[in-house]
């Protein structure tokens, strides 16, 4: 017995029409995988909206300083996600190690097909990876403001203690 759904349906009729082999003939692409992975984060987006709205919480408007400290904190923590020699545990089921860590970040590469390897690109690129990490600190300010805040604190000084290391400003 299938199970069958409205919206599988559409996704499988969607990954029909995904003819890889005509759409990238020297590389094939998991373009149903990146279907698959941009389907889980909208739907993860409207699953915020909605339990923000069942919990009669408005996402508020972000101030220009908070939407300046979750920039910080978002690019921090897509770079420690996507190549920090630590993380790579996350990384690991969907990659191939990159080597030795130069400076405390790797390369590593995706690896498999299908939604693996859709997921290892994302794992493995900082600006595909950041609107994931934004969404989930936006959502994170409309539920529990304060902690987010001071997550996004931690990363922000971070990434700040990182830019004065890199201007050699600091020993």
Do not use: K
Request: aromatic fraction near 6%; hydrophobic fraction near 45%; proline fraction near 9%.
């Amino acid at each position: 017995m299938t199970l069958s759904h409205p919206l599988t349906d559409v996704a499988d009729r969607l990954g029909d029409a995904l003819d890889t082999p005509a759409y990238s003939p020297d590389n094939p692409l998991p373009l149903r995988g990146y279907l698959t992975v941009e389907t889980i984060f909208a739907g993860g987006i409207a699953a915020a909206l909605g339990a923000a709205w069942l919990a009669g919480r408005r996402p508020a408007r972000p101030s220009p300083l908070d939407l300046a400290l979750l920039g910080v904190a978002t690019q921090q923590l897509s770079v420690i996600l996507t190549h920090d020699a630590v993380t790579r545990p996350v990384r690991a089921p969907f990659t191939r190690s990159g080597g030795a860590a130069v400076d405390g970040l790797v390369d590593d590469a995706p690896r498999g097909d299908g939604v693996r390897r859709a997921v290892g690109e994302l794992l493995t690129c900082a600006p595909c990876v950041a609107p994931w990490i934004a969404a989930v600190l936006m959502s994170g300010m409309t539920f529990v403001p304060a902690p987010t805040r001071f997550l996004a604190g931690i990363f922000g000084v971070a990434a700040v203690s990182g830019a004065v290391r890199r201007l050699g400003l600091g020993r």
